[in-house]
């Protein structure tokens, strides 16, 4: 049976503490062998003394916990060594993206994600339909997210062909993944409106650097 796994993550959340509110959806065909990549880039952690077993894109950036103890230096060797990883695991993804500001409540922007998904998939449908089973694996962190993707997979595929699970996402390295693909594109986003601040443009470099160092890079891994 042909597998298809649909890691899950946002970044930004319902209330006013973030401007903009990004959904990223990555998928993975289970065909496609990650291993060899994951084995190379624990390897060269190893090595390079950086850890190996988890990565969250703000806070590598933001020096927070758990990296707080990381100087700026260890934290960009990191950044740039999941970089790397990234490009050349075999996957593809859609970002979402909404200024919050434009939707009057909650309920409106929940609507506004899951018709988003449901075109998503009727305009890729003969890509979903490769597949037999469909696994959406997301942690059930925020209720907006979890009630748009269920709504829009009933509505556009066949109900049986989901399996969703409740997950810690510390244990499948593609939730690291769709962390990252979020935090490269709010930073697309901050970038083009003139709103990047000096850590994204210690860590990501200009708006020319950036675009051509991350943001080319990682879109070639975009659906459609």
């Known amino acids: 049976m042909r597998e298809l796994s649909v890691f899950i993550d ?3 959340d319902i209330g006013t503490g973030s401007e903009y509110y990004l959904l990223t959806l990555v ?12 084995s190379s ?15 969250h894109f703000t806070p590598v950036l933001r020096g927070h916990a758990p990296f707080d103890s990381m100087g700026y230096s260890t934290r960009k060797r990191l950044l740039s060594r999941f970089r790397y990883f990234v490009e050349r695991l075999p996957f593809k993804y859609v970002c979402l993206s909404y200024e919050k500001r434009r939707f009057s409540n ?9 018709r988003d998904i449901e075109r998503l998939i009727r305009d890729n449908l003969v ?12 942690d059930n962190g925020q209720s907006i997210v979890s009630t748009s993707v269920h709504g829009a997979i009933s509505a556009a595929l066949f109900e ?12 499948y390295r593609l939730f690291r993944v769709a962390d990252y ?10 970038y083009e409106r003139n ?17 051509q160092n991350y943001l080319k890079k990682l879109r070639r891994h975009r659906l459609g």
């Not at 909650?106 to 899951?114: G, R």
């Not at 443009?201 to 200009?206: D, I, M, P």
């Open 127 to 138: 890509f979903f339909q490769e597949f037999d089973v469909v696994k959406v694996y997301y």
């Open 10 to 12: 946002e970044s930004g």
């Open 160 to 171: 049986d062909a989901v399996v969703y699970r409740n997950i810690k996402p510390n244990r």
């Open 41 to 55: 880039y624990e390897q060269a952690c190893t090595a390079s003394n950086l850890p190996k077993d988890t990565f």
């Open 195 to 211: 709103q990047a601040g000096s850590t994204e443009e210690c860590f990501l470099g200009s708006w020319k650097d950036f675009r």
């Open 181 to 190: 693909i979020c935090g490269i594109e709010l930073a697309a986003i901050r």
């Open 106 to 114: 909650t309920a409106d922007l929940q609507a506004k994600m899951q």
């Open 27 to 38: 998928f993975h065909n289970q065909s496609d062998d990650i291993d060899s990549w994951l």
